[in-house]
């Protein structure tokens, strides 16, 4: 079964310290990649779409890249902005539009 | 161009009890999915629904159910609620030109309460 795993499940940091998130996935032929940000009680909001090993996009402080196994989520000097729970999610080889990981919480403190 | 609608936004309702939720995509997008999202089990596809047909399905009760209407909009319903349905109800919206791979974009959400 497909499956896709997020790490850390959350994320501490101050605000100007970098880190990465992790997206580890399981599926055969991947057909892209989908990074979103979800803040509480709203929608989750896209982010990156990545579909090549080696493929990087940025936008602002974050940057997505992408492996054969896996995809981090890069994050700059963040901000306490840019708290909020990172989603990642890979289109199932069966018959569900995407599957979606746990999630990493992030908290960004001033 | 307008984002994804879903109304109402919040929803209290009893065990035992139905709902109907209700999505507008984006202007020009026809694929339409919904997802269920609890603390526990994170976001879960429940179906998707392209030019008004089921294509594909979840594994969800047959309670959940869907339709599509030719404006692309779409509604779920959940019939003889229970305590475990309670979540957050998302719907997404995709162009579908070039198959699944295609961003879903999704709305605010549903917040369903049973009690």
């Known amino acids: 079964e497909d499956q896709v795993t997020q790490s850390p499940e959350a994320l501490r940091l101050q605000e100007g310290e970098s880190s990465s998130l992790n997206c580890s996935y399981t599926?055969?032929?991947?057909?892209?990649l989908f990074w979103y940000r979800q803040d509480p009680g709203k929608g989750p909001e896209f982010l990156f779409t990545l579909y090549s090993a080696g493929e990087e996009k940025e936008k602002e402080r974050l940057k997505a890249t992408l492996t054969k196994k896996e995809s981090f989520l890069h994050i700059t000097a963040p901000k306490p902005e840019d708290s909020a729970t990172y989603l990642c999610a890979v289109p199932n080889s069966g018959n569900t539009p995407l599957v979606f990981g746990k999630g990493t919480r992030l908290s960004v403190i001033a | 161009k307008a984002g994804v609608t879903q109304t109402p936004r919040y929803l209290i309702k009893t065990r035992g009890q139905q709902v109907t939720l209700s999505c507008s995509p984006i202007s020009g997008h026809r694929s339409v999915s919904w997802y269920q999202q609890t603390p526990g089990q994170g976001l879960q596809f429940l179906f998707e629904?392209?030019?008004?047909?089921?294509?594909n399905k979840g594994n969800f009760p047959g309670r959940f159910s869907g339709r599509q209407f030719s404006n692309s909009r779409s509604e779920m319903n959940v019939s003889t609620l229970e305590l475990g349905d309670s979540a957050l109800y998302l719907c997404?919206?995709?162009?579908?030109?070039?198959?699944?791979?295609?961003?879903?974009?999704f709305g605010p959400g549903t917040r369903l309460t049973v009690l």
């Open positions: 599926v055969s032929g991947l057909r892209g």
């Open positions: 997404a919206s995709s162009s579908q030109l070039a198959g699944i791979t295609d961003t879903q974009y």
């Open positions: 629904y392209f030019s008004e047909t089921q294509r």
